[in-house]
Each structure stands twice: as structure tokens, then as C-alpha cells.
């Protein structure tokens, strides 16, 4: 593997772990902000999937703005991915 492929795919799996961060952000804000009544019903030990879908709509400005930039961070990782032909195989890798 080249050395610039291999940078490549150091920097999508940082994107990966910025993806999945912004997604948690996100729903903590949501749910202690706009949507605090609906996070009330959920005791400690609950488990749910959240989808950032379920968050679109929202009067929230900040929360808009979180799930612009979610959508933006997507939209690069596919164009990257789609680009450069990264595979699960390379993002399974364990170098970096």
C-alpha cells in the first residue's frame, strides 16, 4: 500500500471516531435540551438506538447546526469512500 493511501485511511478512520462522537454530542443535546420531557421517561440502565433522523425539525438552532454538520461528515466520509474505493477490509486493519 502506498504511504499516501495509507494516510488516507488513517485520516477516514479518525472520521469514523468523529462520526460516532458528533452522534453521541448530538443526542446529549438534544436530550437535555429540546427534548429533556421525552429523556425524563428513560431510567438508568435503559439502552436505545437513537437515529439522527429523530432529531430533524427541531426549533433547537444549536441542535440544527450539529446535524448540518452531521450530515456534512457524512456526505465527505461517502464522497472519500466512494472516490478512493476504501473498502471494510482497510478500515478493519489495525495499523495506523
Known sequence: MS?????LLMAY???LKVHEELL?????????GEMA??????IAGDTYD??????????????????????ELVNLMNS???LNGI??????DETE
Open 3 to 7: 504511504v499516501y493511501r495509507d494516510k
Open 13 to 15: 478512520k479518525y472520521l
Open 24 to 32: 453521541t454530542r448530538t443526542i446529549n443535546v438534544a436530550m437535555t
Open 37 to 42: 420531557d421525552i429523556n425524563k421517561t428513560f
Open 50 to 71: 437513537f437515529d439522527i433522523e429523530q432529531f430533524t425539525g427541531t426549533r433547537d438552532i444549536n441542535l440544527n447546526k450539529l446535524i448540518g454538520f452531521y450530515d
Open 80 to 82: 472519500l469512500s466512494n
Open 87 to 92: 473498502t471494510e477490509e482497510e478500515l478493519d
